[in-house]
């Protein structure tokens, strides 16, 4: 009986590994410089509107710094607003031109 658990637990660790690797071909960080244009989708939806005709997606933005791994700092293209600090699974590249 011991040997079919120690052989269950190889098989699972194989597995594991096998679905770890899988998993990381397809996972890849977006990198952005500072200047690039971004947008930022915008996941809260205010009471009385629904989903369905809200914008997504809000920007354009310049990216500022990166702040670290996963964060970046980001501004306004237009207007002084606020700074923002967003996570990279929020942002997506804008791609047009600068003349905005």
Wanted: proline share 3%.
């Amino acid at each position: 009986l011991q040997k079919a658990y120690e052989k269950v637990r190889q098989n699972k660790n194989v597995r594991i590994r096998r679905m770890r690797l899988n998993y990381d071909r397809q996972v890849y960080a977006a990198e952005f410089k500072p200047g690039d244009l971004v947008w930022v989708r915008n996941d809260v939806i205010k009471r009385g509107q629904c989903r369905k005709f809200t914008y997504t997606w809000n920007g354009p933005y310049v990216v500022e710094q990166k702040v670290n791994q996963a964060n970046y700092k980001i501004r306004p293209i237009k207007t002084k607003g606020k700074r923002l600090i967003v996570h990279v699974n929020r942002l997506n590249r804008h791609y047009g031109g600068g003349d905005l």
